[in-house]
């Protein structure tokens, strides 16, 4: 039940391509290829990645730790999911591989910062000795 707007696309983009990417089994073909959500899907997911890894230099008390654990645990769940499907979607894996380890490393950071801040304010304070 595709669309007209996706079959007009895929249509033109079929006069482009080349004639040695129409056989059966080639990549513009494929169950997974670039006539599918299965190729797509990831391609764009990538910017979860590279957000990611751009915040890494954020300061770690800007971090959410609410949002890191949410993408990690997606990132799992996922990472899990393109392995049970048919066709198993490698490149679906891949980004969610990486986007679980991207959040994981955050989560990591967050924690640290907030274990050393309790460490830093549970510490006493030592008296400074009054001259008399």
């Known amino acids: 039940m595709a669309s007209n707007v996706y079959k007009a696309i895929i ?10 990417w129409h056989a059966p089994g080639s990549l513009w073909n494929h169950a ?7 190729f797509w899907a990831p391609c764009f997911k990538w910017g979860l990645v590279v957000a990611g890894l751009s915040d890494l230099r954020r300061p770690a008390d800007q971090l959410s730790i609410n949002t890191s654990a949410s993408l990690l645990a997606t990132g799992i769940i ?3 999911y393109s392995l049970v499907i048919i066709p198993k979607n490698y490149a679906l894996f891949s980004v969610n591989v990486f986007v679980a380890l991207t959040q994981m490393i955050q989560l990591y950071r967050a924690w640290d910062f907030n274990r050393k801040k309790a460490l830093t304010e549970a510490k006493p304070v030592a008296a400074t000795p009054v001259k008399a």
Do not use: E, I, L, N
């Open 78 to 80: 996922w990472s899990r």
């Open 32 to 38: 997974a290829g670039p006539k599918t959500v299965f």
């Open 11 to 20: 249509a033109s983009a079929d006069k482009v391509v080349p004639k040695s």
